[in-house]
């Protein structure tokens, strides 16, 4: 009973917490660590006991298995250089340079402070994901911050093994068997996270039901992890490459259904488990606080070198990544697209500490010299990069004009790509012959309404605007739908209506309502920002090299043609050939599309405010 009702008062603490943090607008790890502080000084409360099994073993496969399913395989290959930078060669000269001051310090082997500054390297993949997520920083930033957290793990649980086994004498440490553990840690983790890849991958071709699917989905992270530590090598690596890899080949391997529901499953594990971490981190701290009391270190020697490592960790992250990113492009190494020195700026000031720093100081073993200063003062590591870094991170970003992606901008391209979707769809439909008229009419029809409601998100609110089709048919849909679910409940009180039919309806019905309600909410976050093509899908043709040049409208008043046939327009679009304006496809009259039809005008662009992106019908590519 004393577990069940700790386990419920972290989770409500942990919901309620998190929740009152996003509705005002701060860090929901930092207020969890510091609600754990205060909560480990309460004396009602029982002290909760973290081993590292528990963290090493029951918590980081599921979390870090839970951002790799989020991470583009992708994005990742392309950003592969400057993730293996930071993730290998700035961890070990964080803990070489973390291992220098410590043993300048504190009266300890360079085993030992070594061993610390490999606790201390690594930022966490939760803590980075969390804060990057909530600020909305450059997708490119976002994909370096988890591909690097992700898998520097690896490095530094090396580095400590090393270390460990250094300082205990358990074995025999030269650089030649450093090189080699290093090398079957890498090897065998990418080699077991690929083979339970490949393994889960050939069960999921057997498996249709979405519950079985996401059961299997939960065992993956264990079953990359647990072998791979078991045979020394590494299971962080496993778990990453095995989530990269199904992540990457799921739409292929699993149904919708079960992607569906393996993706609101793992949202919500992750948003526990994560948030959970951060909460117990500040519980530690009474127990921490009171082993370093009892040290004959002194307090002044105790906090000086909590600061000092704390400014080293803060500072060498700076010295090692603008130069990776000045030096690299020049001796011919890849790092992607040159980034602004604004973005180098903010990704390295982007290092939180968090689990696995919290998971490493516990595997310290109880011989090492003044172990509880050691993780005290990882403690303060983690607590002071939240605090310091992840508090002014938002600041820094805004100040250097550093924003995420815009959310009209992925609108543009979302609509760009459905259209390409649809119309590769629609030739797959003239290629059956033996569909009958009615149902490829039915499904040409679905195609257009879904494509247009997509390019209508895009228009700018005005006061004097109606509705579009889209938002009209979403709001009488609704109306009617509210109006189902009521005569359902109805003949739910009566008894008139089995249970098991009654509820498949009502799923039914629940399915139809979140769709429509996702789309009415994106609708309304993109309507008042200026819009150009997003860079990664402003594609080149030769008619949109040709007609680059603005001309003069027609008639700038609005589409001449809806005003003859007494229609209202719902977005304009101007034909870059003769300055002719015509309305949308996603107006009755759809006169744009019939201007290129009659003329082969190939070529419009937006001729709504602050729109400016061009629509080759020809080659239907965004401009």
């Not at 069940?4 to 603490?13: E, N």
């Not at 358990?170 to 490949?198: E, I, N």
């Not at 697209?337 to 073993?365: E, F, K, N, Q």
């Not at 744009?592 to 239907?620: L, M, N, Q």
């Amino acid at each position: 009973m004393d577990l069940a009702f700790t386990l419920l008062a972290v989770v409500a603490t942990v919901t309620a917490v998190a929740g009152l943090s996003r509705r005002v607008g701060v860090s929901a790890p930092l207020v969890l660590i510091v609600t754990g502080v205060v909560g480990s000084y309460l004396p009602f409360l029982p002290e909760p006991r973290l081993s590292s099994e528990v963290v090493l073993v029951g918590l980081l496969p599921p979390l870090l298995y839970a951002a790799a399913i989020r991470t583009s395989l992708v994005d990742f290959r392309d950003n592969k250089g400057v993730i293996g930078s930071l993730s290998v060669g700035l961890v070990l000269f964080t803990a070489l340079g973390v291992g220098v001051v410590v043993w300048w310090l504190l009266p300890v082997p360079f085993a030992v402070a070594f061993a610390l500054g490999a606790v201390v390297a690594p930022p966490d993949a939760v803590a980075a994901t969390a804060v990057a997520r909530r600020i909305g920083l450059p997708r490119r930033l976002v994909t370096i911050l988890e591909g690097e957290s992700l898998v520097n793990d690896a490095t530094a649980l090396v580095a400590l093994r090393t270390a460990i086994a250094a300082f205990t004498a358990t074995a025999a440490v030269s650089l030649g068997s450093v090189t080699l553990d290093f090398a079957w840690a890498v090897a065998g983790g990418v080699a077991l996270g690929l083979a339970a890849a490949v393994v889960v991958g050939a069960v999921r071709r057997l498996v249709d039901d979405p519950v079985i699917d996401t059961s299997l989905s939960f065992m993956t992270p264990f079953l990359a992890y647990l072998p791979a530590e078991a045979l020394h090598a590494s299971g962080v690596l496993a778990v990453v490459v095995a989530g990269l890899l199904l992540s990457h080949r799921s739409p292929i391997l699993q149904s919708a259904a079960s992607r569906t529901s393996e993706r609101i499953n793992w949202a919500t594990i992750q948003f526990l488990l994560e948030n959970a971490v951060f909460l117990m981190i500040g519980l530690q701290m009474r127990r921490v606080v009171s082993g370093v009391a009892a040290s004959d270190l002194g307090l002044g020697l105790i906090v000086g070198t909590s600061v000092a490592v704390l400014l080293t960790v803060m500072l060498l992250r700076p010295v090692w990544v603008f130069p990776l990113f000045w030096v690299a492009p020049r001796l011919g190494a890849s790092t992607g697209d040159p980034a602004p020195w604004s973005h180098t700026a903010v990704l390295s000031w982007a290092a939180m500490r968090g689990v696995v720093t919290l998971a490493a100081a516990l595997v310290l073993p109880p011989q090492t010299p003044h172990r509880d200063v050691l993780v005290f003062i990882a403690m303060v590591v983690t607590v002071g990069t939240l605090l310091v870094q992840g508090t002014t991170l938002p600041w820094l970003a805004r100040r250097l004009g550093v924003r995420g992606p815009d959310r009209r901008e992925d609108a543009l391209a979302e609509a760009t790509l459905l259209q390409q979707a649809v119309a590769a769809g629609l030739r797959a439909l003239d290629a059956v012959p033996e569909i009958d008229r009615d149902t490829a009419a039915r499904l040409r029809q679905r195609a257009e309404d879904r494509t247009t409601a997509a390019w209508e998100r895009l228009g700018r609110a005005r006061p004097d605007e109606q509705e579009t089709p889209s938002e009209a048919y979403r709001r009488a849909r609704l109306l009617t739908l509210a109006a189902e679910r009521a005569e359902l409940l109805r003949l739910r009180d009566a008894g008139e209506a089995d249970h098991q039919v009654l509820s498949t309806v009502m799923a039914q019905l629940d399915i139809e309502e979140s769709v429509l309600e996702r789309l009415e909410d994106r609708a309304e976050a993109v309507r008042d920002i200026p819009l150009h093509a997003p860079e990664s899908l402003a594609a080149a043709c030769r008619h949109l090299e040709r007609y680059r040049r603005p001309v003069q409208p027609l008639t700038p008043q609005g589409c001449p043609d809806c005003e003859r046939e007494g229609l209202v327009p719902v977005h304009l679009r101007l034909c870059l050939a003769c300055g002719n304006v015509g309305c949308c496809d996603s107006s009755v009259g759809r006169h744009a599309e019939r201007h290129f039809k009659e003329t082969g005008h190939p070529v419009i662009r937006s001729f709504e405010p602050g729109e400016h992106w061009r629509w080759c019908y020809v080659d239907e590519v965004l401009g």
